[in-house]
């Protein structure tokens, strides 16, 4: 089935099981392994635990607004812009804010557009009916150059494309876009109708400013995950942000798929939120994911100039491109089977792409995550001690 969401993860997590209990873990991308997070989630649970009577009512399908007050401030702090609370709807998880939007802003046949690898929109754009336009990047590392400018070719060549993913940074690739390819994007949108998705997940992971100023907010979605940003990716609380006319139409796209938010969870945010300024665990995270992917270049840099890795600008993920190996007939699966055998469980490129696209036209990736993983030091050096004795042996 297409739209099986399981056909991404579920894998991961099987094949996983295997590798040695001792080794390193760049797979899954999860934020965790930061001893701040727990504290403050421990304090969060017994304070909810205390004001329990507020969880004997539905939260309604717009969310916890206390909560959305407090987002708005949030989000005013990371982008420089001003919102309005009632321009907040709270969801299960980012996946379900990104369902809202293709469902809310397309109609079935409608596509969305946006490159891949990638996070897989794919599954979620067809359990809402709408079908992907995609930009296949061979070589990944063309995204931060290219990127507005085959959007806008897509879109010109196909009227029925109605959104547009803006992922900054980019989940896998880890670039930023130049400002010209920004232009395009924004030109492309305004000219041919189209809706902009501003999947901001990662928003916090970079000190880039925010790709979404060049944009005009009373024609754009943001969507956004408070559990990734906060390390707590088991709360799954996502948030959509779009102009207050357009909210009662996403919200009753949700409303047909569940009652609400889980109110333990919207709580649970709350109390984190009002104690942020004196906890800063966004910022303490933050820092934590760059200083993994600092000590994970440091070795990385090391790889022999046939295999290239270039330094994230920000974001838990990184992308090793085969090269020369691939053209050695070492494939992604391969070389993801061999790091798993030397204690390094990574995710093979092919788990990125949409299923039957033309191998011939695909990147040969490994995807790397320091989203789970402190020893990322010792990760990077075992990845290149493996590799490289391939490299050897070819």
């Known amino acids: 089935m297409p739209t099986d969401f399981t056909r991404f993860f579920s894998s991961f997590f099987r094949e996983n099981e ?4 001792e080794g390193f873990d760049l797979s899954i991308g999860n934020v965790c392994q930061i001893p701040a997070v727990e504290q403050v989630l ?23 607004f206390p909560l959305n007050e407090k987002l708005v401030e949030l989000m005013k702090k990371e982008t420089g812009v001003s919102f309005d609370p009632e321009e907040i709807v ?8 990104l369902y809202g939007s293709f469902y809310t802003f397309s109609s079935p046949g409608d596509y969305s557009c946006y490159c891949i690898p990638s996070f897989p929109y794919w599954s979620i754009a067809g359990k809402a009916g709408v079908k992907s336009s995609l930009i296949v990047y061979k070589n990944p590392f063309d995204y931060t150059t290219s990127y507005g400018d085959a959007v806008q070719r897509k879109i010109e060549s196909n009227k029925r494309i109605k959104t547009v993913i803006i ?20 030109d492309a949108c305004v000219d041919n109708n189209v809706m902009p998705i501003f999947d901001d997940v990662y928003r916090s992971f970079t000190d880039s400013s925010w790709v979404g100023k ?33 909210v009662p139409y996403y919200r009753a796209s949700l409303a047909n798929q569940v009652v609400g938010i889980n109110m333990i969870t919207a709580l649970v945010a709350d109390y984190i939120l009002e104690h942020e300024q004196e906890n800063k665990l966004s910022r303490k995270i933050a820092r934590e994911m760059s200083e993994r992917q600092r000590k994970l270049d440091g070795q990385l840099k ?14 838990i993920y990184r992308l090793i491109e085969l090269g020369e190996l691939a053209r050695k007939n070492v494939m992604p699966m391969d070389a993801s089977a061999l790091l798993m055998k030397n204690g390094v469980k990574t995710v093979p490129g092919d788990k990125l792409l949409v299923h039957g696209i033309d191998p011939e036209r695909s990147p040969k990736l490994i995807r790397l995550s320091v989203g789970g993983e402190p020893n990322t030091r010792d990760a990077g050096q075992k990845i290149v001690e493996v590799l490289e004795s391939v490299q050897k042996r070819k």
């Open 42 to 64: 421990q304090d969060a649970l017994i304070h909810v635990s205390r004001n329990s009577r507020k969880l004997t009512k539905y939260p309604g399908t717009q969310g916890y």
């Open 90 to 97: 709270l969801t299960n998880g980012a996946c379900d804010a």
């Open 302 to 315: 090391k790889l022999n100039s046939g295999i290239v890795s270039p330094r994230p600008d920000g974001g």
């Open 167 to 186: 992922n900054e940074p980019h989940n896998p690739i880890g670039k930023l876009l130049e400002p010209s390819q920004v232009n395009s994007l924004r």
């Open 214 to 246: 060049d944009f005009d907010m009373n024609s754009a979605v943001i969507v956004d995950s408070f559990s990734k940003r906060f390390g707590m990716p088991g709360l799954r609380l996502g948030f959509a942000r779009m102009p207050k006319k357009l």
């Open 18 to 21: 295997q590798a040695k209990a």
